[in-house]
């Protein structure tokens, strides 16, 4: 079994930056996919960035693209999303998520993680 934990969510404002953290703990080996994912209020859940932990290929939404980064410290099996230039719309609750490998489904789909964290809140607003 695998446990994720988001933490560093908060309220900032417009053309900020913040830096969310995801500790995975448990089961580590088994996963070779990492990712980030939010939901806005009324707005189904989206995938924002990930990377294969093998072969460090790093994916990411268009919406986020050269303003969001995600990187991990594979000593301390924690993955980042550092946010830059954020935008009101960027507003939500984020989540990060884990998965083993299969066959099939793309880095971006909610259905191709199995393990996923409580979620952290980030609020961007004047």
């Known amino acids: 079994q695998v446990r994720v934990v988001e933490s560093g969510g908060g309220s900032v404002q417009p053309g900020g930056s913040l830096r969310l953290s995801c500790a995975a703990s448990?089961?580590?080996?088994?996963?070779?996919?990492m990712g980030w994912f939010r939901q806005a209020p009324g707005k189904e859940r989206e995938a924002v960035a990930a990377f294969y932990v093998n072969t460090n290929a790093k994916y990411y939404a268009d919406s986020v693209k050269d303003r969001f980064t995600i990187s991990r410290d594979k000593p301390e099996s924690t993955v980042y999303l550092q946010m830059t230039n954020l935008k009101p719309d960027d507003t939500a609750m984020y989540y990060c998520?884990?998965?083993?490998?299969?066959?099939?489904?793309?880095?971006?789909?909610?259905?191709?993680?199995?393990?996923w964290g409580q979620g952290t809140q980030v609020t961007v607003s004047s």
């Open positions: 448990g089961n580590t080996d088994r996963i070779n996919l």
């Open positions: 998520a884990a998965a083993e490998p299969r066959m099939g489904a793309t880095w971006s789909a909610v259905t191709r993680y199995e393990y």
